[in-house]
C-alpha cells in the first residue's frame, strides 16, 4: 500500500459544484501539503499544515479550503469549482526530524468543465 | 520571494550518455534541496535531498551537487539508460520561519534506446 494516498485518483465535475479531494498517509508525519500542477508552472502550495491545529494558507488559497480531520487525514475542498481549477492535484507529508523529506502522493486529476 | 529555474526545459540524449540537470534558485538562505523524478501522469519520487551543509549526495548512478552561494544545484546521471526518461524537478526548502518548498518547473529527459 502506498504511504501518501488520494482518492478520487480522476474526478471531472461541473462548473459550480463542490467538489472533496482527500489524502491519507501512513507515515506518522506531522506535516501534510496540498500543491496542484499545471504545464509550465510547476508545482504551486496551496495549503499546508503543520499538525492538527494548525493550518496555513499557500501561494495560491484562494478558491480552496482544507480540513485536518486527524494526523493522518488532509482535505481540500473547492466550494465552487472553476474550469481554471483544471490542473493535477498533489498531497504530500514531510517529517522535520528525518530531513524533511516530503513524500507525494500520486496525484488527483481534476477536470472542471 | 524564492524563485527556482531549471534549464534546459527537455533533453534529449541517447542511451549510455552521462549527462547534467540545473537548477538555479535566488535567495542562497536555504534549508535544504530536493531532487524529485516524476513519471507521466505519476506523483513524484525524491531521489535526494542535500542539506543546505552539505556539498553533494550520491544514490547509485545519480549524484547532486550544491552550490549555495553561486544558488546552484546539478543532478549528475551516469550511462544513461531509457528507463531514466522523466522529468526531474528541483525544490528548495527556506529556511526559518518560510520553511517552505519552492519547485521549479522541471527538465523533461528523454534517454534514446
Known amino acids: 500500500d502506498a504511504d501518501v494516498t488520494q482518492t478520487p485518483r480522476n474526478r471531472i465535475t461541473k462548473t459550480g459544484k463542490r467538489i472533496m479531494l482527500e489524502c491519507s498517509q501512513t507515515?506518522?508525519?506531522?506535516?501534510m501539503y496540498w500543491y496542484r500542477q499545471d504545464p509550465g508552472l510547476g508545482l504551486r502550495l496551496i495549503y499546508y499544515?503543520?499538525?492538527?491545529?494548525?493550518?496555513n494558507k499557500g501561494e495560491i488559497s484562494d478558491g480552496y479550503s482544507v480540513s485536518r480531520q486527524a494526523q493522518a487525514k488532509f482535505s481540500l475542498s473547492l466550494e465552487s469549482a472553476i474550469p481554471n481549477q483544471t490542473a493535477l492535484y498533489f498531497c504530500a507529508t514531510s517529517d522535520p526530524q528525518s530531513g524533511n523529506t516530503i513524500y507525494f502522493g500520486e496525484g488527483s486529476w481534476l477536470t472542471v468543465v | 520571494k524564492q524563485e527556482v529555474t531549471q534549464i534546459p526545459a527537455a533533453l534529449s540524449v541517447p542511451e549510455g550518455e552521462n549527462l547534467v540537470l540545473n537548477c538555479s534558485f535566488t535567495d542562497s538562505a536555504i534549508y535544504n534541496l530536493q531532487w524529485f523524478r516524476q513519471d507521466p501522469g505519476k506523483g513524484l519520487t525524491s531521489l535526494l535531498l542535500i542539506q543546505s551543509s552539505q556539498r553533494e549526495q550520491t544514490s547509485g548512478r545519480l549524484n547532486a551537487s550544491l552550490d549555495k552561494s553561486s544558488g546552484r544545484s546539478t543532478l549528475y546521471i551516469a550511462a544513461s539508460q531509457p528507463g531514466d526518461s522523466a522529468t526531474y524537478l528541483c525544490?528548495?526548502?527556506?529556511?526559518?520561519?518560510?520553511?517552505?518548498?519552492?519547485f521549479g518547473t522541471g527538465t523533461l529527459l528523454a534517454v534514446q534506446p
Open positions: 507515515k506518522g508525519h506531522d506535516r
Open positions: 525544490a528548495v526548502r527556506g529556511g526559518g520561519a518560510t520553511n517552505k518548498l519552492i
Open positions: 499544515s503543520f499538525d492538527v491545529k494548525d493550518i
